[in-house]
């Protein structure tokens, strides 16, 4: 990413006009991120290795998402470190079982895994042009093991893969609300929406599209410049 503006001009706009937070504090966020873009232009990974946790939301052994997951992880940028997760092991989300047995393991790993990372990247499949049931269920999970710590604030990045012709359009639009409702700081510069995905990876699960591969590409270093200027500005605004 070359254009020192970018994420002035698209991003912080695209929040103002979303108003996806109102509060004086963001305001001053972006204030401060737009600061430190245009001092920093030069030196965007000044605090050192952006490390993001790549979740997928499909269990499927061969997932074209977990594949997609894997792929964002070999083609990081420089400066960025991706570790993959999944929801293994997470149960349906149900209050009894909460009560009495508290938050499951599964649940307080993959929480430790986000904590640990500065960012989180969401790689959604798209089930009858919506949310995947077993995704929402862990990010439900997700927000019981204290909400504002996991999400809050949260620089988060969507990707996702399907077989039909639209990619994961529908089910990226889908989960806005709930993002929203999170609290998460969504990257919005760029998009992969990776389509017809049986024709897209090998079988051995790498990504061979070349447009889909550029996409990627574009993405992940877009999102790698959007996660160091927020750690920046949240020095700047201690």
Known sequence: MADADFWDESQAQFIREKKLE???EWTQLIDQLSEALRENSGNRNMFGTCRVLALSGSLRHS??????ARSAQAM???GMNIEV???HGIPLYDADLEASEGIPAAVLKLKA????ADALLMVTPEYNNGVPGVFKNGIDWLSRADMKAVFARRPTGMIGASMG????????AAWLPTLKMLGVTLYSGNSVLVSRAQNAFDAQGELMDESSRKNLSTYLNGFNEFVQLIKIAKLKSR
């Not at 012709?165 to 990226?172: A, C, E, I, M, V």
């Open 85 to 87: 997760a999944t929801l």
């Open 22 to 24: 109102d509060s004086p």
């Open 165 to 172: 012709g639209f990619g994961t359009l529908s089910s990226q």
């Open 113 to 116: 895994q986000i904590l640990d």
């Open 76 to 78: 990081a940028p420089q």
């Open 63 to 68: 997932s074209f998402n977990t594949a997609l």
